[in-house]
């Protein structure tokens, strides 16, 4: 090995780039000619660690104190190659020194793991696996293969719909616009929770005694009913064996019934659609009723009122004694236009007596007195129509007429109420006759020729599955608990 240290290569920094560019360009501006192209400057020799460790010893100086030499310059005494920009001096770095290579310390690696042995927990986990997993799912297996009992299934679905007929009133624009086709979604949800409620499992239970049907098989347990059960039990047994698919958009109902015979279950679909039916007939008679209430009501009224105003009018002509007060006003009037009459024709025949009639004629007095009597009666008669005139009963004529024009009022407009009453009686009564409801079945009670119930290989894959599952969840939990021991 030579004992000049090895150097190595240094780049150099941008600032130190950047100074010898600004350098070469003053340079070539001093001498007039064109900055050359800017070339990647050369790089700086640098000691090694090695060389200067070796350095060091030849010397018998320390690692420690030995520090690097600065970049380097340019040198006055080397010729520079014609054309080229002259170097100027770069400023000095200061000193770096360099630290000792730290030791690597070497860690002891664990021994490979031996081979697998059986221990005790193994044998206590496949314990656990067969317990667990293996007898629960074989003991679902044997029960639903020979213990059991078939169930047979029956389909019925129905729909309720509304029958909207034309009346004749509708002619008069006294009726309303109305929908037909099907009925609102109400009416289907209502039915909807009547197949579900306790009233008709109650009523089925009188009508087919359900505890019978569903407790037949004797010698399985899980799937029948136990006949002392309560309503509750039994409701709750009901929606296990009652299947309903519905469709609130359509309005479609599908009702599947669970049995262990197949009469039974058919009886039991058939039932539950008249029900249903008995349901919806029901509520059709509570609309039409609601739908006639308040009309009939303001017909009772109307009656009540005219009957007041009938009354009121026959009070008066008993009282009065006249019928009509209208009609004896103008037998009045006849009277007091015959009395102006005669009144006239005393006047023409008293003047014709006073020209032919000497002085004291009797015959004159006599026309004078009866011109004097009919003068009176005449004022007599009108004073009858005249406020404080005494008339039939001893009222005068404009209170009785006023008051019997009060009366005949009340009494027309009680009549008008009457019949506008009975023409919405009729309106809403032929209303509530086109909003019949009744239900519609699209699928009749089935019977079924096989038993497709219970699923039983279904039942039993879903027993081993969730045994699985949960012995699975179990053995990590304790294997998680025992590795963080």
């Not at 039994?234 to 064996?241: A, C, P, S």
């Not at 004694?321 to 005393?346: F, H, R, S, W, Y």
């Not at 009729?426 to 019977?447: G, M, S, V, W």
Request: proline fraction near 6%; charge should be neutral.
């Amino acid at each position: 090995m030579s004992d000049t240290p090895s150097r190595v290569v240094r780049d150099l920094t941008p600032e130190e780039l950047r100074a010898q560019r600004i350098a070469a360009r003053r340079a070539a501006q001093a001498q007039g000619v064109a900055p050359p192209a800017e070339a990647r400057p050369r790089p700086v020799p640098r000691e090694t660690p090695q060389a200067g460790q070796e350095a060091d010893a030849a010397a018998g100086e320390t690692p420690a104190a030995r520090v690097l030499p600065g970049p380097a310059v340019a040198r006055p005494d080397r010729a520079e190659a014609p054309g080229r920009p002259e170097r100027t001096e770069r400023p000095a770095q200061k000193p770096r020194t360099v630290e000792p290579t730290p030791e690597i310390k070497a860690f002891a690696m664990r021994p490979p793991a031996g081979p697998a042995v059986r221990r005790p927990r193994h044998k206590v986990l496949l314990a656990t696996l067969f317990a667990a997993v293996v007898l629960p799912t074989v003991l679902a297996g044997w029960y639903m293969f020979f213990v059991a009992a078939d169930q047979y299934h029956s389909v019925v679905g129905f729909t309720v719909r509304s029958e909207n007929a034309t009346s004749s009133l509708d002619v008069m624009g006294t009726l309303s616009t109305l929908t037909g086709g099907a009925a609102s979604s109400s009416d289907t949800d209502v039915l909807n929770q009547f197949i579900r409620s306790q009233e008709l499992v109650s009523i089925i239970d009188r009508r087919l005694d359900l505890r019978a049907l569903y407790s037949k098989p004797g010698n399985d347990p899980v799937f029948s009913f136990r006949r002392d059960g309560s309503i509750e039990d039994l409701l709750r047994y009901w929606e296990r064996m009652i299947s309903i698919s519905y469709d609130a958009r359509m309005g479609l109902i599908e009702v599947t019934a669970y049995a262990f015979d197949p009469d039974d279950a058919q009886a039991i679909s058939t039932a539950i659609l008249e029900e249903s039916a008995k349901m919806i007939n029901a509520l059709a008679a509570v609309a039409r009723a609601d739908a006639t209430r308040y009309a009939e009501q303001e017909l009772a009224f109307a009656v009540e009122r005219l009957k007041a105003a009938r009354e009121a009018v026959t009070e008066f002509r008993s009282r009065t004694q006249l019928v009509d007060p209208n009609a004896d006003i103008q037998g009045q009037m006849g009277l007091l236009n015959n009395l102006q009459a005669e009144l006239a024709n005393q006047l023409i025949e008293y003047d014709l007596l006073r020209d032919t009639a000497r002085e004291g004629d009797p015959r004159v007095e006599q026309a004078l007195r009866r011109i004097a009597v009919i003068e009176a009666r005449i004022a007599e008669e009108r004073r009858k129509f005249s406020v404080g005139g005494i008339g039939p009963g001893g009222e005068d004529y404009a209170t009785l007429v006023a008051e019997f024009e009060r009366l005949t009022v009340d009494r027309e407009v009680a009549e008008e109420a009457y019949k506008s009453a009975l023409v919405a009686v009729d309106t809403a009564r032929a209303e509530a006759q086109r909003q019949n409801r009744y239900l519609a079945a699209f699928i009749n009670p089935t019977r079924a020729e096989r038993s497709d119930y219970p699923s039983r290989l279904l039942i039993t894959f879903l027993t081993g599955l969730f045994s699985f599952i949960a012995w699975s969840l179990v053995a990590l939990i304790y294997y998680s608990i025992r590795d963080r021991r």
